[in-house]
């Protein structure tokens, strides 16, 4: 999504959920060592299954007791298969090393070698927006649908207790080149807490500036704008290469030490400069200033049509000096490309929260479950009779 959801600040007291066995490790290269992103990782019998991030890792929670057949696969290697014997209120760290298995290319289409110059040049030439979101000029316009969560946790782990929560469905429309409007269809608040919960004055937009704690922050250039060269430092860390796509991994940090700014890792993509995903967090001396441990943004970007990248999950968190954490996630799906967008859609505001969004029916949301676990099934099934891109490429478009 173009510009995060603004993270609500939350109060007062619920109760975590209790889950049964869960599964997390990393999945690597064995030629390279190196993290492999967009591995699918599925139990065929439960249809439950999930793909790697950016960073190779993955984590599946709420999983049933037994022995269950694990099938984790990527396109351009051998798939890994086992049966695990998993166990209730278990956590079991399971880290799968993948072999090559070398696969006919796609005719025509180039493998392109980048130096660190040639992407630093590439990415110049590119037209970015705010939060690194590649305008694409053969991408007129767009609709998507999303659904997420906003979370206060009473400590600085996202296994402490929950202190309140928010749910909710948005629609957005994007129209090229800087027009884009989200609406919140279905609004809920879990507790009496969550009920008094309302955007905060001290919310932020994007990472670029804002205000937090009643301190207004910039930053100045981001990473990937064409004068940021000259603020930031950058270095090659590993290119992955799955079948006939290259992404490249590098890490940005201030020239300047001391200078408020931010810092992480960016994923590119070696074809056309555009952006696979991003980790990025305001650096040390920024943090001090606001008064926070951490505000981090985490983006995941899935190839559509093999020509636009496009986001499927962001994370925002923060993490405050006095020990709670503050987490936002946000899946976005249901892309439909180059449709006729009315003019009146983009009359309202950036965010707005639709009427009728804060009364749905117990039944809505009932339902809601059900359609996202459905979603998740059709996706799995996709993944596993998919043999020509990386499964974390393979997202359902328009059900």
């Known amino acids: 999504m173009h510009r995060p959801l603004p993270i609500l600040l939350l109060l007062l007291g619920l109760t975590s959920p209790t889950l049964a066995a869960a599964l997390s490790g990393a999945v690597t290269d064995s030629a390279t060592g190196q993290p492999l ?6 139990f065929p019998d439960l249809r439950r299954g999930t793909t790697t991030d950016l960073y190779g890792r993955y984590a599946l929670d709420a999983l049933p007791s037994g022995a269950w057949r694990l099938q984790v696969s990527c396109i351009g290697y051998r798939t890994f298969a086992d049966t695990l014997c998993l166990e209730t209120d278990t956590d ?7 072999s090559p298995a070398p696969i ?37 316009a767009y609709r998507f649908t999303s659904h997420g969560t906003q979370t206060l946790y009473a400590g600085k782990k996202a296994a402490a207790k929950i202190v309140a929560r928010i749910e909710y469905d948005g629609e957005g429309y994007y129209r090229n080149p800087d027009d ?50 000259k603020t930031y430092r950058y270095r090659l860390l590993d290119t992955v290469q ?23 890792d960016v994923w590119i993509s070696g074809t056309d400069f555009s952006i696979v995903g991003y980790d990025l967090k305001l650096n040390r001396p920024l943090r001090k200033a606001l008064g926070i441990s951490e505000l981090r943004t985490y983006q995941e970007n899935a190839l559509y049509y093999d020509r636009y990248w ?6 925002v968190r923060i993490r405050t000096a006095s020990g709670t954490l503050a987490e936002q996630t946000t899946h976005i799906s249901g892309y439909a490309l180059n449709i006729p967008l009315p003019d009146s859609l983009f009359d309202r505001g950036a965010i707005s929260i639709l009427p009728g969004a804060t009364e749905r029916t117990h039944a809505y949301w009932t339902q809601r479950a059900s359609r996202l676990k459905t979603t998740e099934e059709n996706a799995v099934r996709h993944l596993l009779e998919s043999s020509t891109l990386p499964a974390g490429w393979k997202r359902l478009m328009n059900p």
């Open 37 to 42: 992103p967009y591995v699918s990782v599925v």
């Open 92 to 98: 079991r760290r399971l880290d799968v090393v993948l």
């Open 104 to 140: 006919p290319l796609k005719p025509g289409v180039p493998l392109p070698k980048q130096t660190l110059d040639d992407l630093l040049e590439g990415i110049a030439r590119q037209d970015h927006e705010q939060v690194f979101h590649a305008r694409y000029p053969a991408l007129r």
């Open 180 to 229: 884009i409007v989200q609406a919140i269809t279905a609004y809920r608040a879990l507790g009496a807490a969550g009920r008094r919960f309302g955007m905060h004055p001290g919310a932020f937009v994007n990472i670029r500036k804002g205000n937090l704690n009643g301190r207004a922050f910039d930053v100045g250039p981001l990473p990937l704008e064409p004068d940021a060269r």
């Open 242 to 264: 799955m079948g006939d796509a290259i992404i490249y991994h590098i890490r940005v940090t201030p020239r300047k030490k001391r200078r408020p700014a931010v810092e992480g």
């Open 310 to 315: 496009l986001p499927t999950r962001q994370t």
